[in-house]
Each structure stands twice: as structure tokens, then as C-alpha cells.
């Protein structure tokens, strides 16, 4: 009997032991969504006033720019980034570029640079920017990607990066350091003036909503255009996910944006354009299926309602500049409606995520800049808010850093891939985001 007692004991001493280090594993693991109110938070309130007293650039005399593009095609296979791992691509399907659009004006210069990628990666960013700047310690630089999901990965060390963004290849990014440099350089080489012209044309047709198809779209393809004497540059912002292609294609392609891009070029001599992703959350191209000639009819017609938009000349005097890090609700990367993992696992998986907000004005145009993908639904309220007050607004994510989705707020506790898997910083990041880009249309709108 005292045996039987002994190893009950035991047993029970035992289980007890695994309960308290099942306990601590879970407290040290997992924690409970913050769901404290929005203007009670710290980061709130020092984004307001960052957007308030962050020193802006004021551009000098001269007004000059060059555009041009560069190969980012890797001799070797590196694997691709979208979807899910996929593995190296096996063939090129499309050759990928990285674009480059160069402002100056007195001895400031800011360059643009667009990689048909489905993001910048702050390691890739950082990398670039250490490069570039080898020839102009205060350059100035703005990020954006295509979106494509058939690109190239490598550029995303960590765990995360390994299993989910593409891995990294340190030689891939060292390849896109020397093309961004090299690219860099040829531009300062063929600055001239320039004039601004601007459109936008909606194309309901082209963008559905992709996480509730009865969902309101932001329908529009808006245009910044760029003329020089001998040539003409189309800056083109639109917001439907390039995902045209299906998630076992292993080619590389730049999906949608690519081919219209090409399409362009064959049409026009003398003219280059970018195409930098929009407001992607929550939008999709409205095909109902993925394949290459699906996308290639897409990019065909989006290349048509490109060709018949109309500009016209606007204001383009002195430029500003507004840079400041965006500050953000610790990580809560969500395993349940309640129940996040720790910001420290967060951290650990995915690094740093860089986040930035930019602001580009020149004349009556004003570009913004974010590390987000964004819901295109919060897109007409900003530009409704920036036309009162005398400004064309345009926007572009992934510049360099990436905060997962900010969807509508009343979606965050849906069972939906982007407010559920992807939306990283807590309950009321919509919200969150719209104080911090009205505050900042109405400082930029203030200057002279």
C-alpha cells in the first residue's frame, strides 16, 4: 500500500511539474490582444506630434530629373516570393527591372527607386541605401515594389525569410546594391527640367474586392506624368494585387504590372513608365482565373485605359520633403481572437520591420509614402481630404519597410486571411493610419 501511495505521489508530482512548465511556456509564449483605446496610447500621440515637428525639406533652385530602368534578372536561379515557397524559378518568363526616377533641385537629390518585387525588405533597403549613398551621403531615398507575387525572394534573412518570404542569397542582394549604385550614377548624368501633368480615370471593371466581393473599391488608376524636351515618364499608381498568375507557376515574372509596362513601350516611342502598388489590401484584379493568358489580356486592356487617360499640366514649384518613423503598438501576431504571441516571438521570427512614413510634395502634387499594405477602401476619404485642401494625393506602399495589413477596423476580428494572419499591430490600425495621414495632408498643404 505505501508503494502504491509512493508512486501515485509520484505520478502526481510528476504531472504537476509538466502542468507548471506547460503554464510557463504559455506565459512566456503567448500573451493577450491589446485592445486598449487608441488616443490612450503612447505611440498615438508621438506619431501626431512627429507628423507636427519633424523638419521638411525645402528644395533649392534648379529643377531637374531622369528616369531610367536597369536589370535586376539574377544570372542565377534565386527562389521565389509569393504565395508560398515555391523554390528557385526554373525559367524566365519576363526579365525584371528596377526603376529609377532621380529629383534635384540646388545640391539635394532624392531618388525613387521601384524594384519589381513583391516588397522591399528593411534589410534590402538598408543595404541599397548604404550603396547609393557611397556617392551622396544625404541622398534622399524613396522605395516601392511592383507586388508582383511571381518575383524574386533572398532578400529576407531570418526565420521568417526562410520559410515564408523567400530565404535570403546574399550574393542576389549584393547584385541589387550594385544595380541600384549603377543606376543611380547614370542618372545624375542625364538631369534636365522637367513639367508635371496629372490624371486619374476610374476602372471599376479592373479591381474587385477581394475579401468581401460586396465590399466598395477604390476603382481609380491615377497618372503623374513627367515631361522633358525629347521625353515623357508615367508614373502609374493602381491597386489591384498583381496575382494573376497561378501559385505553382515557377517562372519569373512581374505578373501584371510587367506586361502592361511592355505594352506601353511597343505603343510609345519616347516614353517610359513605373508602376508602383497602390493601397493593394483588400484588392483584387477581378479575373476569375490565374494564368498567363489571363494576365496578359488583363495588361493589354489596363494598357488601353492607360493610353486614353487625360492629363493635364499642373503646378510643380519648389519640393518638400517629410521623412519620420512611424511609431506602432507592440507586435501581436494573432494565433486566436484573443491571443497573440509575445512581441518578443514576433521579433525573433520576423526582425525588424522597418516602419517609415514619407511625404513627397511638389506643387500640387503630394506623394505618400507607406511600410504598409493597405486597404484600398481608406483611400478615397485622404483624397477627398487632400482635394479640399488644393492637393492631388497619391500613395505607394512597401518603401523599404513592412507592418503586415492595416485593414478596415471593423474586420479585425474576422476569420479573413488579411485582418486574422496579416494584420500585425493590434485592433484600430485603420483608424491609427487615417489620423496620422490627414494630420500630414494638412501640414503638407500649409507650405508654400
Known sequence: MKKRRSFLHRLLRGLSYMLGFMMLLFMALLSPVDRQPLEETDFYREALRLVAESAIYSGGEGLEAAWGQISMTSEEPVALLGYRPRGP????????????????????????????????????????????????????????????????????????????????????????????????????EQLAPYTLAYGQKALPDFVVNRVFPEAE??????????????????????????????????????????????????????????????????????????????????????????????????????????DFPLPLRAPQYRIHRHVSLRPWVFRWLFGDVGARVQAFRKGDWLHVSLPAEVSGMLMPAWERYAEERGLLLTLSCFNGGYTGYVTVDAWYDLPVYEARDMSWFGPDQAAYLDAVMRALIERMALLE
Open 89 to 188: 524559378y526554373t525559367f524566365v518568363a519576363d526579365s525584371t527591372y528596377l526603376r529609377g526616377l532621380l529629383f534635384r533641385e540646388g545640391s539635394q537629390e532624392v531618388l525613387w527607386l521601384n524594384f519589381e518585387l513583391m516588397l522591399v525588405h528593411p534589410h534590402l533597403a538598408e543595404k541599397v541605401a548604404e550603396q547609393v549613398r557611397v556617392d551622396h551621403p544625404d541622398l534622399m531615398l524613396f522605395f516601392s515594389a511592383t507586388h508582383t507575387h511571381s518575383g524574386a525572394g533572398g532578400t529576407v534573412p531570418g526565420l521568417a525569410g526562410r520559410f515564408a518570404f523567400g530565404g535570403y542569397d546574399p550574393a542576389f542582394v549584393a547584385f541589387l546594391q550594385a544595380q541600384s549604385q549603377q543606376l543611380y550614377r547614370q542618372l545624375r
Open 217 to 322: 473599391v477604390d476603382p481609380m488608376l491615377r497618372q503623374v506624368q513627367l515631361r522633358q524636351e525629347a521625353d515623357t515618364l508615367d508614373l502609374l499608381f493602381f491597386q489591384a494585387h498583381p496575382t494573376l498568375l497561378p501559385a505553382k507557376y515557377m517562372g519569373l515574372s512581374g505578373d501584371y504590372p510587367a506586361l502592361l509596362l511592355q505594352d506601353l513601350a511597343a505603343q510609345r516611342t519616347g516614353r517610359q513608365a513605373i508602376f508602383l502598388a497602390g493601397p493593394v489590401g483588400s484588392h483584387g484584379a477581378g479575373v476569375g482565373e490565374r494564368s498567363r493568358e489571363a494576365m496578359e489580356g488583363y495588361a493589354r486592356a489596363l494598357s488601353q485605359a492607360v493610353a486614353e487617360l487625360p492629363v493635364q499640366e499642373i503646378e510643380s514649384e519648389a519640393l518638400r520633403v517629410l
